[in-house]
């Protein structure tokens, strides 16, 4: 499996908040780059690509969260996204997730993949 082409044909399908204008688009976008960072990880296994997944679920979250519970003009602050509930839920799913990938006895990479 070409990892690479994937990560790359995942980036060049993300959705520009510059075309598209509906209120989901930047979600779009966080999940294209998401899936493309994953890749990455596959051809890599450069840590960078899976944190920055992780600040992408975060981005989401607190988008979601400023869409469901903002009073425009004013956006939620930032601590009060950080203490609402989605967030402490993909904060802790986060951290299960490290210590799931932490436990492996393996190092994950190109070589230790099974093709899809």
Known sequence: MNYKNLSETSFAGAPSTDEFIHRFTSL???AALSVSSLMSILVDGRVEHGVEVAKLACDGVELYVQFLDSVPP????RAQVLEHALMQRELERQKNDLEFLISLPIHIGSDSVLPL
């Open 28 to 30: 779009a976008l966080n």
């Open 74 to 77: 004013r956006p939620v602050p």
